[in-house]
């Protein structure tokens, strides 16, 4: 079945920059809408960036455009966001989930997903 494992996460201080990656196996990637997602202590999951199968379409969070960039490489079945310009709001759990067709913002359109990884920014 399907299979992604996030990676990347850990602490930074404002100002900083983390790359998250997603590792994606036993499906063709291409086919799969790609979204990253965030849940903090105490908060329901919200999408911060998501991308189609191609990479023509992308779709930002208010909260993170201009911050955050992601981008996808099919062929090596990984999908990224680079994070500049961390803020300490933007410390959570980061998930990245996969879905056939379009790309969504809504984590309940979502079919598969990965375990998460921890990013922490804090001065």
């Known amino acids: 079945h399907v299979q992604l494992v996030e990676s990347g996460g850990c602490f930074a201080h404002p100002g900083g920059s983390l790359r998250l990656s997603c590792s994606a196996s036993?499906?063709?990637?291409?086919?799969?809408?790609i979204g990253w997602f965030r849940q903090a202590p105490g908060k329901e999951r919200e999408g911060v960036a998501c991308?189609?199968?191609?990479?023509?379409?992308?779709y930002y969070a208010d909260s993170v455009k201009g911050r955050f960039t992601i981008s996808r490489d099919n062929s090596q079945g990984a999908v990224y966001l680079q994070m500049d310009s961390l803020k300490p709001e933007d410390t959570a759990v980061y998930y990245c989930?996969?879905?056939?067709?379009?790309?969504?913002?809504?984590?309940?359109?979502?079919?598969?997903w990965g375990q998460g990884t921890q990013v922490s920014v804090s001065s």
């Open positions: 036993r499906f063709v990637l291409e086919y799969y809408a």
């Open positions: 989930a996969a879905r056939p067709g379009g790309w969504s913002q809504r984590p309940q359109n979502y079919n598969y």
């Open positions: 991308i189609s199968g191609n990479s023509k379409n992308t």
